[in-house]
């Protein structure tokens, strides 16, 4: 059975450029599309945060933010029934990420918190990926590579085509003039090849090698579908024909 584990940020605040909290955490969206996806795969699924602390859906995303009233209710439905799943996750720092056929970091404004400044973490990625195995980061969950370019004298994310939430995605939000920075400048600092969609809002996946990337929320069903996909794909494939 496939393995997957799911890193979601344990923060309930972003800090804002002026020092004050802003209401943060995971993406509704961002982490019950591709759950969904990957259990109705069969896939084994497993939670982690930083510290094994609890995950906090941000409740934005469970309102307007988050699309149109079905849709919203749909993941509130999810929320609620997951809740034991997200108020008791692995500690991330203790695992083993080779043991997971795929670690998919979720986005919201929880990881710009937490996995950007987390150096245990970002060297457990950094490893993941020199050593060529899967990994997926949606929207600002793609934060997490900060600290993991840090972890080596060459970034294994240095000249990666990558996708996340755009600085023009950005500026459409209601307090992005508070932004203590934008992802897309610190991704492009880092030395990824960084793309996005023409339109805002509009799914992107980007794959290459083993990172697969989601531009923003409405990507994270589509990027699980590709994973769906591929790591099927790989299972399936004669022996020496696989990559």
């Not at 710009?112 to 899967?134: C, F, I, K, N, P």
């Not at 990337?213 to 579908?225: K, T």
């Amino acid at each position: 059975m496939t393995s997957v584990l799911m890193v979601l940020s344990a923060a309930r605040q972003l800090t804002l450029s002026d020092g004050s909290g802003h209401p943060a955490g995971v993406w509704a969206e961002e982490f019950i599309s591709p759950h969904e996806v990957f259990t109705d795969a069969g896939w084994e699924v497993a939670l982690a945060t930083p510290g094994g602390a609890p995950a906090v859906i941000d409740e934005a995303s469970l309102g307007k933010a988050g699309g149109l009233f079905p849709r919203t209710q749909g993941f509130f439905d999810a929320v609620e029934r997951l809740s034991p799943l997200l108020r008791a996750p692995e500690n991330l720092h203790a695992l083993n990420l080779a043991a997971y056929d795929l670690v998919f970091y979720a986005g919201g404004y929880g990881p710009m918190e937490d996995l950007a400044r987390d150096a245990t973490a970002g060297a457990m990625l950094a490893d993941r990926v020199a050593s060529g195995r899967v990994v997926a980061l949606s929207c600002h969950g793609a934060a997490a590579i900060l600290p993991a370019a840090e972890a080596m004298d060459i970034s294994p994310f240095r000249g990666r085509v990558m996708t996340a939430f755009s600085n023009s995605e950005e500026r459409l939000t209601r307090f992005a003039h508070s932004m203590p920075w934008m992802l897309e400048d610190r991704l492009r600092a880092v030395g990824v090849d960084y793309r996005r969609a023409i339109l805002p809002f509009r799914p992107h996946v980007v794959v290459d090698r083993n990172v697969y990337s989601g531009q923003n929320p409405q990507s994270s069903g589509h990027l699980a579908r590709r994973l769906v996909a591929d790591l099927g794909a790989r299972r399936t494939a004669p022996v020496g024909t696989r990559r």
